[in-house]
DNA sequence: CGCCTAGGTTGACACTTATCTAAACCGCGT
DNA sequence: ACGCGGTTTAGATAAGTGTCAACCTAGGCG
């Protein structure tokens, strides 16, 4: 599947990889690899990927904190800093909307991810 | 640890898998983020990165450690470190050859993984 | 307006785990 | 036995995970 010619506009800010080629390709540069591995890192932990999954798979695209929250064995001040990882990774936004805060996954580091990991 | 003692069984790794339905697509059970979430966060440093790249690129499909090491300003000590995690967490095998250890990407579980994160 | 309450974030702290090195160790070939 | 390639152990320092308490914002009500 060649994801070149996959993306065209389905949505406005959906520039498809402008990096990545897959990590079994060619060797990824030492830059590279600094950039991106915070971003696994963020996913490196069973509490961050759900909360990931649920946000990402969440109707709308977006998911609120105060659905996350409850959703764990854990505080709230704890699912807060967990979001903040996947904030400042850069896998998630937020935005705030009266009283509440949603999250929406960031597609394009996604698939960078997804392309870097690919495998023919 | 007698894990990798010896190369036995070479494809005994269809595991547990209950492989990846897309994270975007719907929300990862428990089970799964704790099984899958170890193997991001090996990949979430980025000489543990650069290493599994230059592994799974590598001529052959496998790499000699001896090759590994001098590619890093790092000791022997902190390279072997680093591919142990990445062992431990399902990524490669590795396998010795006379005086010589190879390194192997596993090709499934980096497409779980791949296939976790892909995006409609 | 002032006061209260609910939703989230931030800060400070304890505890656990990760990263790195030097030194000791093991396996193999000469 | 010796040397070389890698791993393991032990130990110091840095970073991650969790909680409670304090704080901030938005909205409801007298």
Redesign the pocket.
Known sequence: MSKSAVSLALTDLTVDAPCCPPLAQSRIPAETATVLAPAF?ALG?P?RLQLMSMIASADGGEA???DL?PAFD?????I??????LREAGLVD?E?R????YYRARPVIMRQLAGLLTID
Chains 1, 2 share one sequence.
Do not use: E, F, I, N
Not at 80 to 85: A, C, F, M, Q, R
Not at 98 to 101: M, R
């Open positions: 890192k932990d509490v609120c904190v105060c929250t854990l505080s709230g001040p704890t807060s800093h967990h979001l903040k990882t937020a705030r009266g009283s509440w805060v």
